[in-house]
């Protein structure tokens, strides 16, 4: 049974960083497209990052390029999310999402691509 547990999520102020952590268990993890959404109150769930385990490659919403880095660590199963410079547009529930193959370019965002999900982890933005 595939599992994704969120962590790392909380309170910061603007400007300031946070780091999120997926581990993932019951999957083949080399084998799986590993993603970060989010949700907003009032919001849909959009696409934050991804990262295809095939040759590495990452792909970003275009409101975080610069800040968010995706990476993976294949021997512990953990997928991160560094996010710097937060702002008050980043608040919401981080989720980690996961699909067998590869998802890349406009399949790497879309929510309906991946089959496993976490159940998010706060975080929340002061200014």
């Known amino acids: 049974q595939v599992q994704l547990v969120e962590s790392g999520g909380g309170l910061v102020q603007a400007g300031g960083s946070l780091r999120l952590s997926c581990t993932a268990s019951?999957?083949?993890?080399?084998?799986?497209?590993m993603a970060w959404f989010r949700q907003a109150p009032g919001k849909e769930r959009e696409f934050v990052a991804s990262?295809?385990?095939?040759?590495?490659?990452?792909y970003y919403a275009d409101s975080v390029k610069g800040r968010f880095t995706i990476s993976r660590d294949t021997s512990k199963k953990l997928v991160y999310l560094q996010m710097n410079n937060l702002t008050t547009d980043d608040p919401g529930v981080y989720y980690c999402?996961?699909?067998?193959?590869?998802?890349?370019?406009?399949?790497?965002?879309?929510?309906?691509?991946?089959?496993?999900w976490g159940r998010g982890t706060q975080v929340t933005v002061s200014s």
């Open positions: 019951g999957l083949t993890f080399n084998q799986y497209t």
């Open positions: 990262h295809v385990h095939k040759d590495g490659s990452t």
């Open positions: 999402a996961a699909v067998f193959g590869y998802r890349l370019c406009a399949l790497a965002s879309s929510s309906n691509e991946y089959h496993y």
